[in-house]
């Protein structure tokens, strides 16, 4: 089978899909922690692999930027190939000091103002939490990783670029941490087919203290969230 954006046969895609934004760090996973790849995706570009990981088979497969491009992969990804589990991995800009670069953030829920839920089925709501399965696999392994995990609520935002950037009210009336702009059409589309998401963050720039990664490091240097990511699905 396949969709208009997914060109693989439905056994290629596994239960478990772990979603990079960029393609690039879904090769960079794949060359540097599966082993026997097999390509399942080139599509306009929108790379995905399958490949093993430490004897479990895990799909590792990109979403490309922002709530529309993530609405697409992912609902495709659970309405036609049965995935049963994404963990969303990516970047985001801290909104408060309780966050500083390179840290790791767990979502525990995602705000939006995003008309993605309300075009998608009518759903007004502008929160939607992870799910909490997913999360705790997530939260118990990187104990025993040893990693310092934090976990809190992010903004979701449609814009990257905003001439007057509001994040500072948003971080007080909706208590976010840092912004993304995947997670909310990710976790609406997990409730409305009753799937599983969560999504792991590193904090690659802080809109507190302009403190900033270059692209190098956002595409190689998060091996930290990988590593959680792929020790976390071997228990999904």
Same mark, same amino acid.
């Given at each position: 089978?396949?969709?208009?954006?997914?060109?693989?046969?439905?056994?290629?895609?596994?239960?478990?899909?772990?979603?990079?934004?960029?393609?690039?760090?879904?090769? /960079?996973?794949?060359?540097? /922690?599966?082993?026997?790849?097999?390509?399942?995706?080139?599509?306009?570009?929108?790379?995905?692999? @399958?490949?093993?990981?430490?004897?479990?088979?895990?799909?590792?497969?990109?979403?490309? #930027?922002? *709530?529309?491009?993530?609405?697409?992969? %992912?609902?495709?990804? +659970?309405? +036609?190939?049965?995935?049963?589990?994404?963990?969303?991995?990516?970047?985001?800009? !801290?909104?408060?000091?309780?966050?500083?670069? #390179?840290?790791?953030?767990?979502?525990?829920?995602? /705000?939006?103002?995003? %008309?993605?839920?309300?075009? =998608?089925?009518?759903?007004?709501? @502008?929160?939607?939490?992870?799910? %909490?399965?997913?999360?705790?696999?997530?939260?118990?392994?990187?104990?025993?990783?040893? =990693?310092?995990?934090?976990?809190?609520?992010?903004?979701?935002?449609?814009?990257? +670029?905003?001439?007057?950037?509001?994040?500072?009210?948003?971080?007080?009336?909706?208590?976010?941490?840092?912004?993304?702009?995947?997670?909310?059409?990710?976790?609406? *589309?997990?409730?409305?087919?009753?799937?599983?998401?969560?999504?792991?963050?590193?904090? %690659? *720039?802080?809109?507190?203290?302009?403190?900033?990664?270059?692209?190098?490091?956002?595409?190689?240097?998060?091996?930290?969230?990988?590593?959680? !990511?792929?020790?976390? !699905?071997?228990? #999904?």
């Amino acid at each position: 089978m396949s969709t208009p954006h997914i060109e693989s046969e439905a056994f290629d895609i596994m239960e478990t899909v772990i979603m990079p934004g960029d393609p690039l760090r879904s090769k /960079y996973i794949a060359d540097n /922690y599966l082993e026997d790849v097999k390509v399942v995706n080139t599509v306009r570009n929108m790379l995905g692999f @399958t490949g093993v990981y430490k004897g479990k088979k895990i799909t590792i497969f990109a979403s490309g #930027m922002g *709530n529309a491009s993530m609405g697409i992969y %992912s609902y495709e990804l +659970y309405k +036609y190939y049965n995935v049963k589990n994404i963990i969303r991995i990516g970047t985001s800009g !801290a909104y408060s000091r309780k966050l500083d670069v #390179m840290d790791l953030l767990l979502v525990e829920d995602t /705000y939006s103002a995003s %008309s993605y839920a309300k075009e =998608q089925n009518g759903d007004t709501k @502008t929160i939607i939490d992870a799910d %909490s399965l997913l999360n705790e696999i997530i939260i118990d392994t990187s104990k025993k990783l040893g =990693q310092d995990l934090k976990v809190g609520r992010v903004h979701c935002s449609d814009t990257l +670029y905003k001439e007057n950037d509001n994040y500072k009210e948003i971080n007080n009336e909706y208590g976010c941490l840092a912004g993304e702009m995947e997670t909310f059409a990710l976790f609406h *589309n997990a409730k409305v087919l009753k799937k599983r998401a969560a999504c792991i963050l590193t904090i %690659s *720039n802080s809109l507190v203290t302009s403190v900033e990664t270059d692209s190098k490091v956002r595409e190689k240097g998060l091996d930290s969230m990988i590593k959680l !990511a792929l020790e976390s !699905a071997l228990r #999904m």
